[in-house]
C-alpha cells in the first residue's frame, strides 16, 4: 500500500509558476512510476506528466510540454511537477498517481495509488 499527498496547489496569476510536490510513503518509492493528472469542473481528467521508475524518461500532454516538468527525489519519497508561464486553463484540481509498473505513460487504469488532490487556480 502507497499512500500520496500532494501539496503546493494555491492560487496565482497567469504567466506565473508553481511546485507541486507529491509525498510518498509505505513503500520503496523507487519501486513505482510516477504521474501526475489534472480534472477542471465539468470536464474528464486529463494526462499531465509521467516519468518512469528510474526517473526518465518522462512524457507529457500535449498542452503542458514546454511549460512543465516532472522531477523525482528518491532520497525524499517526493515527486513534484514544476509548473511554469501558467494559463487560465491550467486551473484544475492536480492529483499524483503511481503504478508498480516500469512505465504507464497516460494509462490511467495503470495507476494503482492516488493522492487526495491540491487546487491549481490560474487568474488571468
Known amino acids: 500500500q502507497v499512500q500520496l499527498v500532494e501539496s503546493g496547489g494555491r492560487s496565482v496569476q497567469a504567466g506565473g509558476s508553481l511546485r507541486l510536490s507529491c509525498a510518498a510513503s509505505?513503500?520503496?518509492?523507487?519501486?513505482?512510476?510516477m504521474a501526475w493528472f489534472r480534472q477542471a469542473p465539468g470536464k474528464e481528467r486529463e494526462f499531465v506528466a509521467a516519468?518512469?521508475?528510474?526517473?526518465?524518461?518522462?512524457s507529457y500532454g500535449d498542452s503542458v510540454t514546454g511549460r512543465f516538468t516532472i522531477s523525482r527525489d528518491n532520497a525524499k519519497d517526493t515527486v513534484y511537477l514544476q509548473m511554469n508561464n501558467l494559463k487560465p486553463e491550467d486551473t484544475a484540481v492536480y492529483y499524483c498517481?503511481?503504478?508498480?509498473?516500469?512505465?504507464?505513460?497516460?494509462?490511467?487504469?495503470?495507476?494503482?495509488?492516488w493522492g487526495q488532490g491540491t487546487q491549481v487556480t490560474v487568474s488571468s
Open positions: 498517481a503511481a503504478t508498480e509498473k516500469f512505465y504507464a505513460g497516460n494509462l490511467q487504469g495503470w495507476y494503482t495509488y
Open positions: 516519468d518512469t521508475r528510474s526517473g526518465g524518461p518522462t
Open positions: 509505505g513503500r520503496t518509492f523507487s519501486n513505482y512510476a
